[in-house]
T-cell receptor
Framework: GENVEQHPSTLSVQEGDSAVIKCTYS??????FPWYKQELGKGPQLIID?????GEKKDQRIAVTLNKTAKHFSLHITETQPEDSAVYFC???????????????FGQGTILTVHP | GAVVSQHPSRVICKSGTSVKIECRSL??????MFWYRQFPKQSLMLMAT?????????EQGVEKDKFLINHASLTLSTLTVTSAHPEDSSFYIC????????FGPGTRLTVT
């Protein structure tokens, strides 16, 4: 089955700096890659996602890049703010057809701390 | 839009009892719902996938007789932990799928 590796496990940055989190996946058939932000004691919140037919997607301060050949994708957060502090998870799945994205396989998570 | 709720948010039960957790999609009909379990400082582990009106598909190693899933409608799925033991204490999170997967806020189960 699919295996997703995520690095780093912890990341500490100063407010205003950029943060980059990287994930690699094993199954070349995976074609959907979402990123989730999870705050303490809460459920994960979808922040951005990308399909395999796109190399990059941006939403304000957040961007995701995908390298299908190397089977890795990254989350980029620019101009970080203290409220960006949370655990970030990458995931991968195979879109089965129609609107179903199927089962998500999650990375191990990255604890991001943004210092004021 | 795409709001998923869970009830209760926290529950404490005694060993040997059963507890039911509800997952609802509030503003959309979910084709599929998923149940995850998350231990402290760990990632989410998929327990089962459920579709309305059919039996849930459990992941390897998950006891289907212990974790009963009922998907009664396109907006409601329930997870019942039967004969709970302290090792079942965990954070249980559901998600509902409509084009993308949206997660509920989670339920903290403590078995004493």
């Amino acid at each position: 089955g699919e295996n997703v590796e995520q690095h780093p496990s912890t990341l500490s940055v100063q407010e205003g700096d950029s943060a980059v989190i990287k994930c690699t996946y094993s199954d070349s058939a995976s074609n959907y890659f979402p990123w989730y932000k999870q705050e303490l004691g809460k459920g994960p919140q979808l922040i951005i996602d990308i399909r395999s037919n796109v190399g990059e997607k941006k939403d304000q301060r957040i961007a995701v890049t995908l390298n299908k050949t190397a089977k890795h994708f990254s989350l980029h957060i620019t101009e970080t703010q203290p409220e960006d502090s949370a655990v970030y998870f990458c995931a991968a799945s195979i879109q089965a057809g129609g609107t179903s994205y199927g089962k998500l396989t999650f990375g191990q998570g990255t604890i991001l701390t943004v210092h004021p | 839009g795409a709001v998923v709720s869970q009830h209760p948010s926290r529950v404490i039960c005694k060993s040997g009892t059963s507890v039911k957790i509800e997952c609802r999609s509030l503003d959309f009909q979910a084709t599929t719902m998923f149940w995850y379990r998350q231990f402290p400082k760990q990632s989410l582990m998929l327990m089962a996938t459920s579709n309305e009106g059919s039996k849930a598909t459990y992941e390897q190693g998950v006891e289907k007789d212990k974790f009963l899933i009922n998907h009664a409608s396109l907006t409601l799925s329930t997870l019942t932990v039967t004969s709970a033991h302290p090792e079942d204490s965990s954070f249980y999170i559901c998600s509902a799928e409509f084009k993308k997967q949206y997660f509920g806020p989670g339920t903290r189960l403590t078995v004493t």
